[in-house]
Nanobody
Framework: QVQLVESGGGLVQAGGSLRLSCAAS????????MGWYRQAPGKQRELVAEITSGISTNYADSAKGRFTISRDNAKNTVYLQMNSLKPEDTAVYYC??????????????WGQGTQVTVSS
């Protein structure tokens, strides 16, 4: 099994910054892609940013220029640096790992979510 522990959410004023972290633990040999999704009340979960094992990145248009995703493969951790936050960034942010190689094979999983609230 893979356990994902997220941290770094909270309340911030518009224009502020937050850094989210997601650490994957368990018997993990490698991880394919890692990413962040978010879900606002009444809306569908949407991709914010993702990063492959080859360090290629993909961002939602709403995140480009403001958010930066990175990963530390030695720590099986993915980060999301969020700058210039806007009230519309308010959502629960979920970590997602794809194709984590474990003794049981490849596993994809979601974190429990961390709340980000941006006040105007």
């Amino acid at each position: 099994q893979v356990q994902l522990v997220e941290s770094g959410g909270g309340l911030v004023q518009a224009g502020g910054s937050l850094r989210l972290s997601c650490a994957a633990s368990g018997s993990i040999f490698s991880i394919g892609a890692m990413g962040w999704y978010r879900q606002a009340p009444g809306k569908q979960r949407e991709l914010v940013a993702e990063i492959t094992s080859g360090i290629s990145t993909n961002y939602a248009d709403s995140a480009k220029g403001r958010f930066t995703i990175s990963r530390d493969n030695a720590k099986n951790t993915v980060y999301l640096q969020m700058n210039s936050l806007k009230p519309e960034d308010t959502a629960v942010y979920y970590c997602h790992v794809v194709n984590a190689l474990t003794p049981r094979g490849f596993i994809s999983d979601w974190g429990q979510g961390t709340q980000v609230t941006v006040s105007s």
